[in-house]
């Protein structure tokens, strides 16, 4: 079972992108979600993550200009990003917290230019 996030692109610093991830009900309704990324040359880090009660948390970095939700009817979860800087730029994933390698899935590229 992997996850698979859409929603990136090119983008200007300063704009903005959702970004969606599908999961199946046995994933979605008993698991933390999160959002996680890795930019070029960089390990891949944790942005962001949302539990069942809709409880959120984010990485410092990001605090403030991303918004992590969830939708229980359509089981996706998103990510609002808003005030997008270059060093935004990443391959960005969904995955459970803690992750699990099976749910890996391709990512989706934002890439933020200056």
């Known amino acids: 079972v992997q996850l698979q996030a859409s929603g990136g692109g090119l983008v200007q610093a300063g704009g903005s992108l959702r970004l969606s991830c599908a999961a199946s009900?046995?994933?979605?309704?008993?698991?933390?979600m999160g959002w996680y990324r890795q930019a070029p040359g960089k390990e891949r880090e944790w942005v962001a993550g949302?539990?069942?009660?809709?409880?959120?948390n984010y990485a410092d970095s990001v605090k403030g200009r991303f918004t992590i939700s969830r939708d229980t009817v359509l089981k996706k979860v998103y990510l609002h990003m808003n005030s997008l800087k270059p060093e935004d730029t990443a391959v960005y994933y969904c995955?459970?917290?803690?992750?699990?390698?099976?749910?890996w899935g391709q990512g989706t590229l934002v890439t933020v230019s200056s």
């Open positions: 995955n459970t917290i803690p992750s699990r390698r099976d749910y």
């Open positions: 009900r046995s994933i979605f309704s008993i698991n933390v």
């Open positions: 949302i539990n069942s009660a809709g409880i959120t």
